[in-house]
């Protein structure tokens, strides 16, 4: 037989559960957009220099009014958690291939695709963060536990930038902190998975 104060003690452990969830989600992809920024940054300026930085903002302009066309269009047919897992699996695999693709002659286009990457992805991230949070979370929880999360992401990406230094004498080039970057969307899509299944 259940009590009020048992309902109580559920109810907390399962707000607590779903903010570490949502956290950890948060903070491991920011931690992959820390690194992916150091090296969109680094590798780009070696390729093209600051005079080309003008063409991204416009290339960037172009395609986050593209992704969100794309995204409001398949929300449509597919459920906020099909698109979620497919967006961060997608994000985790132009990763690893941005990694390869760097280790083949004539890579140049891939470190202007990599400064596309990290306000792409924050964009992105946020919007799919945000609707899995109004998932877990009641009305007043979002406006309680939200900027939590947030500050999580933003935890993830001052620590990727601290991490890159020292893993980078480790492995001397910019691109190889990208498997780095992968391996951080993929902890952020197992939380994820997680939070689908738990809730």
Known sequence: MTTPQNDALDTRSQERL???LLIGQAFFFGVALGLLY???NTLFLVDYGAAVLPYVYIALGIFVSLLFYGLATLQKRWSLNTLSVLTLSLFM???????????????RWVSFALMLAFPLGAQIFFVIIGGLAGRLLDVRQMKRLFSRIVSGAAGGVICGGLLASPLLNQVNKPEHLLPFAGI????????????LGRF
């Open 38 to 40: 150091v090296v969109g």
């Open 93 to 107: 695999s132009g990763t690893f291939l941005a990694w390869w693709r760097l280790s083949q002659p004539d890579a």
């Open 184 to 195: 951080g969307v993929a902890i952020a899509l197992l939380l994820m998975l997680v939070s």
């Open 18 to 20: 779903a903010l570490f």
